[in-house]
């Protein structure tokens, strides 16, 4: 019975599992500090993601095996390999990049000289756990199952969102203006409109060259270089201002590739 329940809801049980996993041993972390009701230490942040981190990689995991036992795992990490034949598609790594620094050049000189680029070189490792973790069961579980029931654009969308809520317990940490205090809501609706195109980009390659490793790459180029080419020192009041237009470029992005690929975000000849 259990297991039929499973097969009938196998993404919604993901997202149960992935955010019990991970919202659990966030709390775990600064349990002490919030029965006291003394403030969350940074450090106590900044490790709390990388704790949160194994949500996403042991639910995707999990319900590979318990839906397909050692083929489907073995199947998961077969999906770890760069396409064959599609290496145009490694392009897309330098989306990211390419992207922020436009932005934060173009803020830095027509609005303030205080959104100039960072080049914090180390802030590409901070993306390589994320890229790696997390794709085993946003791209490795959940959304090959959920195109299943709908289009791969829709899919995204729905994906980006709860991949952003995810985020929510360790959202005050994030950004070079950490802690947002009450400016966090303003902070999480621009870190939300990032994420949620970030995601149909990397469901459009995915899509596309079918290579999980592909999704972790880009994965770990957005958040590295996030960290990487971020303004510091940056107000908290003033950081909402380059996501929304780093979001702004990227959402003009996702229009012209669903202009050219439609909701199946897939070429006609890989259809």
């Known amino acids: 019975m259990t297991k039929i329940f499973i097969r009938k809801y196998p993404v919604a049980i993901y997202f149960g599992l992935t955010f019990f996993i ?26 709390m993601f990388p704790i949160m981190l194994l949500g996403p990689a042991i639910s ?39 992207l922020i620094n436009i932005v934060l050049l173009f ?27 997390e794709e085993l069961g946003w791209m490795g579980f959940a ?30 940490f994030l950004g070079a203006a950490s802690p947002h205090g009450s400016d966090w809501f303003v902070y999480f609706l621009s870190f939300t409109t990032v994420m949620t195109a970030v995601r149909i980009i990397i469901a459009w390659v995915y ?13 770990i180029s957005s958040t590295g270089f996030l960290v990487v080419f971020s303004p510091s020192p940056i107000s908290r009041q003033h950081e909402p201002v380059w996501y929304f237009f780093y979001a702004l470029l990227l ?9 050219k690929y439609g909701s199946t975000l897939a070429r006609k000849s890989s259809l």
């Open 143 to 172: 959304f090959p199952r959920m195109i299943k029931l709908h289009s791969a654009f829709n899919s995204s969308i729905i994906l980006g969102l709860v991949w952003s809520v995810w985020h929510l317990p360790a959202i005050n």
């Open 207 to 219: 899509v596309n060259s079918k290579s999980l490793l592909l999704c972790q790459l880009l994965h």
């Open 22 to 47: 991970s919202w659990t041993g966030a709390f775990l972390l600064v349990v002490n500090k919030i029965v006291k009701n003394e403030p969350i230490p940074t450090m106590d942040g900044i490790i």
């Open 251 to 259: 959402w003009v992005l996702v229009g012209i590739i669903y202009s």
């Open 60 to 98: 995707g995991i999990v319900m590979n095996y318990v839906l397909g036992k050692r083929s489907a795992v073995r199947e998961l990490f077969g999906r770890m390999k760069l396409p064959r034949t599609k290496y145009t598609w490694l392009l897309s790594l330098f989306i990211p990049p390419l």
């Open 107 to 133: 803020l830095s000189v027509f609005l303030s000289k205080e959104y100039e680029p960072g080049f914090f070189l180390m802030g590409i490792l901070f993306g390589i756990p994320a890229g790696f973790l």
